[in-house]
């Protein structure tokens, strides 16, 4: 009975979030749809929201090869990124000369925006899937080593002090203790990261590109579809929203203790 | 079963303008329960981890500890804090075994079976895969003595482990911690004077860096609170007054 409950509660909860992005939705086309009319805009400046769906209907297959070399750049970027953000992290947790060293330069490199690096990226890397691979995978690599390395760092010592009185060593602390510890607030990294990454992707396929979202952007601006170019952005906005949505999921099922850990 | 001989130990914390204590001497006798009672800051946390080997090598410390059977105390002590500190990812099962996880790497079968029997033993049979965040401080408490009991060390030190809990668990927990305690030699740190009366057989005022001994009323732990224990605390509270003053 109080099962059924339970599920009968979880579905309504369900619907009433469903409902609300629903209307949220509806409105903010709503007030796309009332800017367009009231300030009589042409649609070369800003197409009203009834245009760009058919664009995206139109122009299915053509967006979908575009976003699927954005995706894999930015899945790419992520793979990179946070494996070696979490490597850094563990070298500085582990050798405190590296710690010493590094630290300071990666503060100090963050002075450096990385879209000004876009070029250098470029004349390096082509103008093919690497440079926007290295460029998503530099912008994320920062928030995933200090909340990573933070996360390491701050280990409650009160574990650390059950772990050396039961006789763990440095190893076995670790990965028994300090890694799981750090695992919330990593997947606030991890957040971020899935949030920046498209950007470092579409910023590196607007300096040079043959293909992509960005690109594609870029091409239908110049040749004044502005309605093309909305449509590529919404796909953008999707799989960005998607990307994060599936994470937090995992994050949520992976780091069950994360909520109740937050809250303290 | 071995008493641990604590002689002139002395501890300075790097940059503090003053030594916790030195020159200290306490007998911790073989299974029975030595408390230290004390105002926080008074040293008695820093006395329970110079035992338990948690004094980082940076600051001054001095000293011998000796077991009574000639063997050295390292790994043989189970640490019981306010905190339960059971790690929130890991079930109560493997919290209760994670002794065997972090020495070994791993849990072998008849751990488990022993952690079965120990969970039935403190009455939490039914919560083998709860995670702790599950649980009321009250059993998540019960599971640390359970992870402290299947460590099964000769010696346990206990900083303040029942303070965070409402007084009914408290009195619960007592009973239970010095029945399934019993053959193991415990130092057990409180601020409490009432739970010091309870449950010490020797007991003791750690003020101004010195260990003052107390009298005790003769019945044994667990104490009941009647009368002639609130006589005593009535005098112990009279003497902390005077000595913190």
């Known amino acids: ?264 | 079963m071995t008493s641990v001989q604590i002689s002139r130990a002395s501890l300075h914390y790097d940059h503090a303008p003053m030594p916790v204590f030195s020159d200290l001497e306490l007998l911790l006798p073989a299974a029975q329960w030595t408390c230290l009672l004390g105002e926080s800051g008074c040293g008695k946390t820093s006395l329970l981890r110079l035992l338990a080997g948690l004094i980082e090598p940076q600051h001054q410390m001095s000293g011998e500890i000796s077991c009574s059977d000639g063997l050295p105390i390292e790994n043989r002590i189970a640490y019981m804090a306010q905190q339960d500190l059971l790690l929130p990812w890991l079930t109560v099962l493997d919290n209760i075994c994670l002794k065997a996880k972090l020495s070994q790497g791993k849990i072998e079968a008849h751990q488990y079976h022993r952690a079965r029997e120990l969970l039935v033993q403190l009455n939490l049979s039914g919560i083998e895969k709860s995670l702790p965040d599950q649980l009321s401080g009250g059993m998540r408490q019960r599971v640390a003595l359970a992870r402290t009991l299947m460590q099964d060390t000769p010696i346990v030190l206990m900083d303040e482990p029942f303070s965070a809990l409402d007084a009914v668990n408290r009195y619960k927990l007592q009973a239970l911690a010095t029945e399934v305690l019993q053959d193991r030699t415990v130092l057990f740190i409180t601020h409490d004077p009432q739970e010091a009366l309870r449950l010490a057989d020797h007991l003791y005022i750690f003020n101004d860096a010195q260990l003052i001994p107390l009298a005790l009323p003769s019945s044994v732990p667990p104490r009941a609170i009647n009368a002639e224990l609130g006589a005593f605390q009535q005098t112990l509270l009279r003497k902390m007054h005077s000595h913190y003053e």
């Open chain 1, 1 to 264: 009975m109080n099962n059924n409950r339970s599920t009968l509660t979880s579905v309504l909860s369900r619907f009433d979030s469903l409902w609300r992005l629903a209307i949220t939705i509806l409105v903010l086309l709503g007030a796309w749809q009332a800017i367009v009319t009231v300030f009589a805009m042409p649609p070369f400046i800003l197409p009203p929201p009834l245009l760009v769906f058919e664009k995206l209907i139109s122009n299915y297959s053509l967006l979908f090869n575009h976003a699927l070399i954005t995706l894999s750049e930015i899945i790419l970027g992520l793979f990179f990124g946070i494996s070696l953000g979490l490597l850094f992290a563990l070298q500085m947790l582990l050798f405190k000369p590296v710690r010493r060293w590094l630290l300071p330069v990666l503060v100090a490199s963050q002075a450096i925006p990385v879209f000004a690096l876009a070029p250098i990226l470029m004349l390096w890397f082509g103008y093919g899937m690497t440079s926007k691979v290295v460029m998503a995978a530099l912008i994320i690599f920062f928030p995933i080593t200090t909340t990573c390395f933070d996360g390491l760092r701050h280990t409650p010592t009160g574990y650390l002090d059950l772990a050396h009185t039961m006789g763990a060593n440095r190893w076995r602390q670790l990965w028994y203790i300090r890694f799981p510890a750090a695992l919330p607030t990593l997947a606030s990294g991890i957040r971020v990261a899935v949030v920046v990454a498209p950007i470092g992707a579409v910023v590196g396929e607007w300096v040079g590109s043959s293909g992509g979202l960005g690109y594609l952007m870029l091409q239908s601006n110049a040749r004044m579809q502005i309605a093309d170019m909305f449509a590529a952005l919404i796909v953008l906005a999707m799989f960005s929203i998607g990307l994060y949505y599936l994470t937090d999921r995992l994050l949520k099922r992976f780091i069950p203790w994360h909520r109740e850990s937050a809250g303290h």
